[in-house]
C-alpha cells in the first residue's frame, strides 16, 4: 500500500484536529489520514492489528524506518535507548504482501465452547476507565463474547482469559506490540508494550510545534502568512531562519 508523505500544512491539520482527543481517536485519526479509500466509520470496529501495522507504515513515510525509543528500566529506572526499525517490527506481526488491513468481520475464535472475536478500538475505548489491569482485560473478554452464557458468576471470564488472550495474539499479533528489553545496567530482562499511535502522535506533536514556532519567527520579522511560508522551500526558508536569528 503506496503513502503520500503529508504535507506540512497536512500534518498542522492533522494536529490541529487530534490535539483534544483521547489517544485513541488520535490513532483513529491518523489511520483515517493514511486510508481516505476506507469508510471512516468501519474504523472503530477494526481488528486492533489492522490499526497497527498502518501506523507503523505511516511512521515510516512521514520520518523513515529507525525509531529511538526511550524507556526506562521497570527494575532499576536507568533511562535506556532502544533502535527499532518498522520493517522489523511489521515482519513480527506476520504481516507479508497480501496481507489485508481492512477486515469488515474481526477473526473468531472459540474457549470453552464459546464464541469470540479478536478486540477494536471500540472494545478499548470502553475500558479505558478501568484502573486495575487484569479487571479491564477481563472486561475486554466479555465485550468480545459472541454468545451469552446463561449464567455468568464473578470469575467466569476470568477463568478463560489465559486461553483467549492466547488465542486473539495467534489471530491478531498485531494488536499488542511487545518488546523483549534487558537492562544493561542492572541486568534485568522483561517485556514492555510499544504503542505506535502514541508514538506517531507525540512525534507529530513535535513536528506541528517546530512548524508552528518557524511560522511564528518569519511572519514577525517579514509579516508573511502561513501558506505563503510553507510555500517556500525547506533550505529558503532555513536560510531565512537564520538571518532572523532562529
Not at 490535539?19 to 468501519?42: E, F, G, M, T, V
Not at 464459546?114 to 475505548?125: E, G, Q
Not at 486495575?132 to 466479555?142: F, G, M, S, Y
Not at 512548524?211 to 509579516?223: K, P, R
Request: hydrophobic share 45%; glycine share 4%.
Amino acid at each position: 500500500m503506496h503513502m503520500q508523505v503529508p504535507g506540512e500544512a497536512e500534518i498542522l491539520a492533522l494536529w490541529e484536529r487530534g490535539l483534544a482527543r483521547h489517544p485513541i481517536d488520535r490513532a483513529l485519526l491518523l489511520y483515517a489520514w493514511a486510508r481516505p479509500d476506507l469508510p471512516s466509520s468501519s474504523f472503530p470496529d477494526l481488528p486492533l492489528g489492522a490499526i497497527n501495522r498502518v501506523l507503523l507504515r505511516l511512521r515510516e513515510t512521514c520520518f523513515g524506518p529507525r525509531i529511538i525509543a526511550c524507556i526506562d528500566c521497570e527494575h532499576c529506572g536507568t533511562r535506556m535507548e532502544v533502535a527499532l526499525y518498522t520493517g522489523q517490527l511489521l515482519a513480527a506481526t506476520n504481516e507479508d504482501e497480501t496481507s489485508s488491513d481492512f477486515k469488515v468481520t474481526p477473526a473468531e475464535f472459540e474457549v470453552s465452547s464459546l464464541r469470540f472475536r479478536v478486540p477494536c478500538s471500540r472494545d478499548l475505548a470502553a475500558v479505558s476507565g478501568e484502573q486495575d489491569i487484569n479487571a479491564a482485560a477481563v472486561k475486554l473478554l466479555e465485550r468480545c463474547c459472541l454468545d451469552r452464557p446463561e449464567k455468568i458468576d464473578a470469575g467466569f471470564f476470568a477463568n478463560m482469559l489465559a486461553e483467549a488472550e492466547a488465542a486473539m495474539e495467534e489471530l491478531d499479533p498485531a494488536a499488542e506490540i511487545n518488546l523483549s528489553l534487558s537492562c544493561e545496567d542492572c541486568g534485568h530482562s522483561w517485556l514492555a508494550n510499544f504503542n505506535i499511535g502514541t508514538l506517531l502522535w507525540d512525534e507529530i506533536d513535535v513536528r506541528a510545534r517546530a512548524l508552528l514556532a518557524e511560522v511564528h519567527s518569519l511572519a514577525q520579522a517579514y509579516g508573511w502568512t502561513e501558506p505563503e511560508i510553507f510555500a517556500l522551500s525547506p533550505q529558503r526558508r532555513a536560510a531565512y531562519l537564520d538571518m532572523v536569528g532562529v
